[in-house]
T-cell receptor, first 117, second 113 residues
Framework: NAGVTQTPKFQVLKTGQSMTLQCAQDMNHNSMYWYRQDPGMGLRLIYYSASEGTTDKGEVPNGYNVSRLNKREFSLRLESAAPSQTSVYFC????????????????FGSGTRLTVV | QKEVEQNSGPLSVPEGAIASLNCTYS??????FFWYRQYSGKSPELIMFIYSNGDKEDGRFTAQLNKASQYVSLLIRDSQPSDSATYLCAVHTTNFGNEKLTFGTGTRLTIIP
């Protein structure tokens, strides 16, 4: 029962370098999300994918791109890293809220701590 | 006005006492409300959700919702040192089938032995 798996857990980049953060879920969820978390700022949505084949911008999409490779995988790419992108990145997945059982809520991966120097 | 507001704390509560965490939200169309607990260096984990006005109890935790006042709270009874964490309030809305979960900045809770 892995849930949501993120790789890598830690990464240091130099300004201008590129990298892709990987995320995979095994819960058969339709929706997947990328958040960043900074001190005093809470969790901010970067991009989300409501279903396979669709992606949409969140609150802070500049400097990022995403790919919903299939139902399980949702990757986040930094094309040219900047120090302002130093943060902890969380991937999450969810199923549409079940109004019968009222079950819902997001499951988060363990996070990627990214430092851009 | 922020969409979801929480007092950042820190909130210090003696062990065994009741911890009360509060959250207000701005979107009257919000449908469900979640409380996440986040230990330092870890990912958020869901502890409760509520969608109807009133109280919902789960063990030592009680979530309270007042949609008219746009207010949701979390009570932790018999607080334990293991409850020391940051508590994130999250508000869920659905727009044309797309879900959105907006988080507050969190309240840091410290339980004093």
């Amino acid at each position: 029962n892995a849930g949501v798996t993120q790789t890598p857990k830690f990464q240091v980049l130099k300004t201008g370098q590129s990298m892709t953060l990987q995320c995979a879920q095994d819960m058969n969820h339709n929706s997947m999300y990328w958040y960043r978390q900074d001190p005093g700022m809470g969790l901010r949505l970067i991009y989300y994918s409501a279903s396979e084949g669709t992606t949409d911008k969140g609150e802070v999409p500049n400097g990022y791109n995403v790919s919903r490779l299939n139902k399980r995988e949702f990757s986040l790419r930094l094309e040219s890293a900047a120090p302002s992108q130093t943060s902890v990145y969380f991937c999450a997945s969810s199923e549409l809220l079940n109004w019968d059982t009222r079950a819902g809520g997001y499951t988060f991966g363990s996070g990627t701590r990214l430092t851009v120097v | 006005q922020k969409e979801v507001e929480q007092n950042s704390g820190p909130l210090s509560v003696p062990e065994g006492a009741i911890a009360s965490l509060n959250c207000t939200y701005s979107d009257r169309g919000s449908q469900s409300f979640f409380w996440y607990r986040q230990y330092s260096g870890k990912s958020p984990e869901l502890i409760m959700f509520i969608y109807s006005n009133g109280d919902k109890e789960d063990g030592r935790f009680t979530a309270q919702l007042n949609k008219a006042s746009q207010y949701v709270s979390l009570l932790i009874r018999d607080s334990q040192p293991s409850d020391s964490a940051t508590y994130l309030c999250a508000v869920h809305t659905t727009n044309f089938g797309n879900e959105k979960l907006t988080f507050g900045t969190g309240t840091r809770l410290t339980i004093i032995p």
